[in-house]
Nanobody, 117 residues
Framework: QVQLVESGGGLVQAGGSLILSCAASGNIFNENVMGWHRQTPGKQRELVASVTSGGFTNYTDSVKGRFTISRDNAKNMVYLQMNSLKPKDTAVYYC???????????WGQGTQVTVSS
């Protein structure tokens, strides 16, 4: 079992910045992927960004150049720095964790990000 706890969501004006944090605990395997996903009502959860334990990153096109994912392997933490936020970034953001090569993901409880225009 892996437990994930997110923090850092909130309300921000368009053009502003937020940083999300996620702490992982439990049965952490060294080879893993941590990511951030988001979901709005009536839509499927989508990947925002992910980072492997080796540092390889992946971003969805709509956030490239604005969001930066990073991690601290020693602390089992992952971060999402969000800059130049837009109203369309409004969503519940979820942290995820999975072992490399495994499709099953563990999820955090989600944190709301609201960007006002």
């Amino acid at each position: 079992q892996v437990q994930l706890v997110e923090s850092g969501g909130g309300l921000v004006q368009a053009g502003g910045s937020l940083i999300l944090s996620c702490a992982a605990s439990g049965n952490i395997f060294n080879e893993n992927v941590m990511g951030w996903h988001r979901q709005t009502p009536g839509k499927q959860r989508e990947l925002v960004a992910s980072v492997t334990s080796g540092g390889f990153t992946n971003y969805t096109d709509s956030v490239k150049g604005r969001f930066t994912i990073s991690r601290d392997n020693a602390k089992n933490m992952v971060y999402l720095q969000m800059n130049s936020l837009k109203p369309k970034d409004t969503a519940v953001y979820y942290c995820s964790w999975n072992r490399v090569g495994m499709r099953y993901k563990y999820w955090g409880q989600g944190t709301q990000v609201t960007v006002s225009s």
